[in-house]
């Protein structure tokens, strides 16, 4: 069994992050370890107020007690973490790596035209220090404008503008890209998967609910159907069928998060 381990802050409550990683990467039957930078209440998108204890001091006497034990991981995924984080971040990834070990990045900082609150200006330059050299980035377009210093739109990207903003992430050092949000349809939403030397496109049903940790469902499912041996784009593919499935079975008061919980069957029988 692959083993992996995901560097994200633990939300308490809300549905994101390090609770959803967890649970959704060990349903795709990969070994999944934990190591939060930061812990909160819950999370800021749609709350009033949050803790934060950062646990930054932590990482170095984690990663020292990894290596005296020989501990090692066939991957890595990181999402949420602030920039007193990077650099514990990038050496346990130098320290604790096995032979041939995936970087997964999510570089949750923005959406919807703005960075996430608690963000300087300046972060995004310092979240491509984790995408440089890293085998899969998955950003949102709002992400990828700001990773990339493009013009941050809210809509209306043409495939020319699209594959700009690839092109500019590779450049970066990612060496496959998975852009999510893509549309030049009005009731087609999907991602943009690129390898570098091509570009596929992978579309759903654009569904009108908006909701909190879409995105770490994504990239969870994702980091786990590749360790399972599925493509990337195949992992796209799936990742967005249970994102809407999950948005699916989510009741209308629960604004939080989604209920992605009830669609976990569905998950592991198309892991297999």
């Not at 990181?78 to 050496?91: A, K, R």
């Not at 939403?189 to 570009?199: R, T």
């Not at 796209?236 to 209308?252: F, G, K, P, Q, R």
């Amino acid at each position: 069994m692959k083993k992996l381990l995901t560097i994200q802050d633990i939300s308490c409550v809300g549905q994101c992050s390090t609770t959803v990683a967890l649970p959704l990467i060990s349903a795709c039957g990969v070994e999944c370890a934990i190591l939060p930078p930061a812990i909160l209440s819950n999370h800021t998108g749609g709350f009033k107020t949050w803790s934060f204890a950062d646990l930054t001091g932590e990482l170095g006497n984690v990663e020292k007690k990894w290596v005296e034990q020989g501990i090692k991981f066939d991957a890595f995924y990181t999402g949420y973490v602030c920039e007193s984080h990077i650099d514990p971040i990038l050496s346990i990834v130098r320290t604790c790596s096995n032979e041939g070990a995936l970087r997964f990045v999510d570089p949750a900082m923005a959406d919807n035209g703005k960075l996430y609150t608690g963000f300087a200006d300046d972060f995004p330059s310092k979240m491509a220090r984790l995408c440089d050299g890293a085998d899969y980035v998955l950003p949102n377009l709002t992400e990828a404008a700001f990773l990339t210093n493009s013009e941050v739109k809210l809509s209306g990207y043409t495939q020319e503008e699209i594959e700009s903003l690839i092109a500019k992430l590779h450049r970066l050092g990612a060496k496959n890209v998975i852009l999510t949000g893509v549309s030049f349809d009005s009731d087609k939403l999907g991602s943009a998967i690129s390898d570098g030397s091509k570009i596929e496109y992978d579309f759903n049903q654009r569904l009108t609910r908006m909701s909190h940790g879409t995105g770490d469902v994504f990239a969870s499912v994702f980091a786990g159907a590749v360790m399972r041996g599925k493509t990337a784009l195949e992992a796209a593919a799936l990742a967005a069928d249970i994102v809407c499935e999950a948005i699916n079975a989510t009741s209308d008061d629960h604004w939080y998060g989604v209920s992605f919980e009830k669609v976990m069957p569905s998950l592991v029988n198309a892991i297999g």
